[in-house]
């Protein structure tokens, strides 16, 4: 069974400081997205990393992606209050059409 | 670019009715719509997958004559929610993935809360 597992499930941290998510997925898988999710909204498409060692950067957040490990990180860098939201990573299912989502991690920022 | 929008953002409904959400890509046409339900503070749950002109095929455990998903057009997928219950109260969300896409990235609408009394 494919699990996708993000890590934390939970991160609560000061503004100004650095902190980094994970995202383990059981299967082979050469894509893998991450979307941010603010309550009670729907998915914002963050970043797309398309092959082994993509590394993107947008503003305070940077995803990479080792398909040989299976791992995706999204590091946060200076964190501000405006970041906070839920963030999912998705695997990208080979051979299919599907999208499987990860569990997770609810970021509260604070002062 | 690739919007997608949903109709209606939010509706409360009687338990034993019917319910219809519509799911539209505005800017561009969809070979693929998903439709996925999240629960509170849970992850997405892929329900099924639909591609224009045929049938939807359905995730295991998800009743398809409970969830009846029609795609009647590039740009329009539709759920509807039949004989709804208590327990079908969710977030419904849907995306849809661009003709042509070299890979799976997929442009989510704004959700749907059902809410059944």
């Known amino acids: 069974e494919l699990k996708v597992e993000q890590n934390p499930l939970f991160l609560s941290m000061q503004e100004g400081k650095n902190y980094t998510i994970y995202c383990n997925y059981s299967?082979?898988?050469?894509?893998l997205y991450w979307y941010r999710q603010d309550p009670g909204k729907s998915l914002e498409s963050l970043f797309v990393?398309?092959?082994?060692?993509a590394v993107k950067q947008e503003g305070r957040l940077m995803a990479s992606l080792d398909t040989k490990a299976r791992l995706s990180t999204l590091h946060i860098t200076a964190a501000v209050h405006d970041l906070s939201a839920t963030y999912f990573c998705a695997v990208d299912l080979y051979n299919t059409d599907k999208l499987i989502f990860g569990t997770g991690t609810r970021l509260q920022v604070f002062p | 670019g690739a919007v997608v929008s949903q109709h209606p953002s939010r509706v409360i409904c009687k338990s034993g009715t019917s319910v219809k959400i519509e799911c539209r890509s505005l800017d561009f046409q969809a070979t693929t719509m998903f439709w996925y339900r999240q629960f509170p503070k849970q992850s997405l749950m892929l329900m099924a997958t639909?591609?224009?002109?045929?049938?939807?095929?359905?995730e295991q455990g998800v009743e398809k004559d409970k969830f009846l998903i029609n795609h009647a057009s590039l740009t329009l997928s539709t759920l509807t929610v039949t004989s709804a219950h208590p327990e079908d109260s969710s977030f419904y969300i849907c995306?849809?993935?661009?003709?042509?896409?070299?890979?799976?990235?997929?442009?989510f609408g704004p959700g749907t809360r059902l809410t059944v009394l």
């Open positions: 995306s849809a993935r661009m003709i042509g896409a070299r890979y799976n990235e997929q442009f």
């Open positions: 990393l398309l092959s082994n060692g």
């Open positions: 299967t082979t898988s050469d894509r």
């Open positions: 639909s591609n224009e002109g045929s049938k939807a095929t359905y």
